[in-house]
């Protein structure tokens, strides 16, 4: 639901880029712009995932800029109420974000930097969580909404029960709780039960081109993210000042329109972390010419 694809989008763009400026591990592709088109695209795919992948724990580099992305750690988001079906005012703390790594998938690369610049991706995570501290104030359908507490906001394929109850139990029971939601995939399939796609995106990075100490930079003017999730599982504690009553009806309404309320809200979402990820892309597009990033032709 939440940039989990700017997320993905934007750390491919930081392994394609801070790294290389300090030195590229050997594992990692450099893909020409001298390539076919086709090959072009599938290169930058398999060099953005393999990049973000080794990304994880943030530990296979001395620039202190390469943080660890499992979980990504993000400050804060305020989203002010909407209009419609849906008026909610949300804020987040201590976000934690997990599952940006897991079986992360990025096709169609799309690069276009001689006639204008634009930059593309569709991406997708099996299952992305967004654990924080909230506070929530507004209405759903006309019912009222209101607490602060701890959160889980989790999209995903198949059943999320197992894997969005992860980050609140004792590390020991985690393998058990994995066991369990890996037996219950596998049962699905067999059954041929309805198979969910899990969260997709799609990614569009606007830039411009500028000269810096004689060589050309990239700069990001608008950084697009659109969400696509298959399922939404929304978990959060101490509604209604602890009320578990009211609390837990209050949860399974919310997740009974989960749907619903995604697409009220999708837009302020998306909008908050394109200037997040915008601002964040041109760290790191500032810091090493384009020809280092993209070889020339």
Sequence with gaps: MWNMSAIKFFLAVISLTTVIAVELPKNWEVCSRSLPEEEFSKC??????????SLAGGENFSVPTIFPVEPLL?????????QGSVSLKQEYKNIKLYGLTKDLEIHNHH??????????????????DFVADYKLDGKVLLLPVRGSGKSNITMCKYICLYYSLIPYINFKFNMLFLIITEI??????????????????HNELACEKYKKN????????????????????????????????????????????ADLLFKELQ???????????????????????????????
């Design 44 to 53: 930058l795919d398999k060099a953005a995932r393999d990049a973000v992948v």
């Design 74 to 82: 993000v400050d804060n988001v305020k989203i002010g109420g909407s």
């Design 111 to 128: 690069l276009e930097l001689d006639n204008g610049c634009l930059l593309t991706s569709d991406s997708f995570n099996p299952q992305v």
């Design 184 to 201: 219950c995939v596998y049962i699905r399939q067999l059954l041929l039960f309805e198979y969910l796609d899990g969260l997709k995106s």
């Design 214 to 257: 004689g060589e050309t930079y990239l700069k990001i003017k608008k950084y697009s993210v659109t969400f696509r999730p298959d399922k939404v599982k929304l978990n959060f504690d101490n509604l209604f000042n602890g009320d578990k009553v009211i609390g837990t009806q209050l949860n399974t309404f919310m997740n009974e329109n």
């Design 267 to 297: 837009g302020p979402y998306e909008e908050t972390f394109s200037q997040v990820f915008t601002k964040l892309s041109n760290e790191v597009f500032s810091r090493v010419p384009m020809n280092k990033i993209f070889p020339p032709k």
